[in-house]
């Protein structure tokens, strides 16, 4: 599969939605998947191939985790599938950083619906503008403004820092300024 030619249709892929929200498991999800796609690969094969694909956070990502977790409590809402969440939350580390995680194969929702907004909001116990949400897709954050959550379209580590010392979240984060 190349990424550009099918990058943009992959959140759309009916078998990836029902898997993303646990709608199904990994086992319906490959020959489902590789039958939507028409792939010639053996549904075994692809999904050796799929769970590789899960890679480890940013570089720094942690470390920036744990800085702000002294002062802040973090929750994470992420579209997310069992598979790729069990290395990444546990293997990988992640996951002991948030104080609450609201993977979409766990809620059975997926950002950009707002109905995924609202069930943190709701589990949280807090309005909506006393979260500040960061995401790196602009339709997800988009969708976060519309709830009244403070909303911020960042990509990767840098830009996030900035956008937090913007915000006045400055304690403990190093790295460039823009000032």
Known sequence: MAWKRYGRLWPESPALQRFETGACAIEEFAPAFTAEWGLA????????RFESWA????QGALEL??????????ACLTNMNAAYWRRIRHDMGLGHHFGRCFASHEIGLLKPDPRAYEHVVEELGCRPEAIAFFDDTMKN??????????AHHVVGIEALKEKLRDLGITGGITGRSAR
């Open 41 to 48: 690969i053996d549904p075994s094969e692809f999904l050796a």
């Open 55 to 58: 890679r480890g956070p940013y």
């Open 65 to 74: 985790l744990a800085t702000l977790a002294g002062d802040f409590f973090l």
């Open 141 to 150: 954050v988009e969708a976060a403004r519309n709830l009244g959550l403070g």
